[in-house]
């Protein structure tokens, strides 16, 4: 049987015996295993095929006859040794790092190859503008539209008084980890050991609260969790709640758009103003999603205009939706109102980053 392979890892080219242990150390605590040059000039294949290269500054000299490349970083020891920066630009270094003040900095850079991590996901807020105005069904169908279309999609519930979003799934029996599992966590957290951990329906990833007590999940737990997510790519969809607190605003510093989720009312369009108002205080890119039936005189237009926000489009009423557990989880049927609004809103954001396949 074929065995998979194993990623590259960097490459680390010097001549100094104590830096090559320090950086040894630093790959072995990010999870990969380095290729070195010891006192002798990297292998031309090696050179053009590491994601990541690491050059001594004593040992510059031996590859600035080397094709330029990106991701070449040049390591130094002496923040004030002009002749090291000098070095650096000699061989078209992307960085010039100084240890051990850089190792945190460095010790991501080397994790994020041994996750195979690519560009970051595209990560969307969804919000209600008033109880019940459907952002759950939406954040849910969104990921589910994601899933379909072949990325690769976590759906976070970020409300932890919401339910728990693994109900409108009918999957709050399957196995793997929740919120509670999570509140304890800071630093770093290895992005494909989250997804592998966490309850899978068919290709999208959740991650959604149990049945017990509610947990607090403080800042530092939804930076780690969160930015995990997005390392791994794809698409990443958020529930919000309406309130704003310290841990909702380190969620909104990792979200690219937002969609406030508004019904024709006009009391709702009073509420949501109010949401709007908290939220664009950290998130400055919010779009009104109007949600009929607009029978009441206000038009999609017309809301987005009282709560000035850009409208990113307007969702009509989908009886289908009352009964989502036997009709299947949200934005299943293909043809549907939610379902088109969920594909063309991708497809239009997506445009602007990079696609990750599950």
Do not use: Y
């Not at 094709?67 to 040794?81: A, H, Q, S």
């Not at 650096?88 to 010039?96: E, K, L, R």
């Not at 049927?333 to 990750?356: E, I, K, M, T, Y």
Request: hydrophobic residues 45%; aromatic residues 4%.
């Amino acid at each position: 049987m074929p065995t998979a392979e194993r990623p590259v890892g960097p490459l680390i080219v010097t001549e100094d015996e104590t830096l090559l242990d320090d950086l040894l150390r630093l790959c072995a605590a990010a999870g990969t295993e380095p290729e070195v040059a010891f006192t002798a000039p990297p292998h031309e294949t090696s050179w053009d095929d590491a994601p990541l290269v690491l050059v001594g500054a004593e040992a510059a000299a031996r590859v600035r006859g080397a094709p330029r490349r990106p991701g070449v970083l040049l390591i130094g020891r002496d923040l004030d040794d002009a002749e090291t920066w000098r070095r650096g630009v000699g061989i078209g270094a992307d960085h010039v790092l100084f240890l051990p003040e850089s190792e945190s900095w460095l010790v991501d850079r080397l994790a994020d190859i041994a996750e195979g991590a690519g560009g970051p996901a595209l990560t969307v807020g969804v919000v209600g503008g008033r109880g019940g105005a459907g952002a759950s069904t939406l954040a849910c169908a969104l990921a589910v539209t994601a899933a379909r279309s072949g990325l690769r999609a976590m759906l976070i519930d970020g409300d932890p008084l919401g339910g728990g979003l693994d109900i409108l799934f009918g999957a709050e029996r399957t196995g793997g980890l929740r919120w509670p599992d999570f509140a304890d966590s800071r630093g770093r957290v290895n992005s494909g050991a989250l997804e592998e951990s966490l309850p899978r329906l068919d290709s999208l990833s959740v991650l959604s609260w149990d049945r017990g007590d509610t947990v607090l999940i403080p800042p530092e737990a939804m930076r780690s969790v969160l930015g995990a997510a997005r390392r791994r790519g794809g698409v990443v969809v958020v529930d919000l709640p309406r309130r704003v607190d310290d841990t909702v605003t380190e969620t909104l510093t990792q979200i690219d758009v937002g969609l406030l989720v508004v019904p024709a009312e006009l009391r709702a369009v009073a509420a949501a103003s109010r949401v709007a108002g908290a939220v664009r205080a950290t998130l400055k890119d919010l779009r009104v999603v109007a949600r009929g039936p607009f029978g009441s005189g206000i038009d999609d237009h017309e809301i987005a205009r009282l709560i000035g926000l850009p409208l990113a489009g307007e969702l009509p009423l989908e009886p289908s939706l009352a009964d989502a557990l036997s009709a299947g989880p949200p934005g299943s049927a293909r043809r549907g109102p939610l379902a088109r609004f969920c594909g063309a809103f991708l497809d239009q954001a997506l445009s602007h980053v990079g696609r990750v396949t599950a």
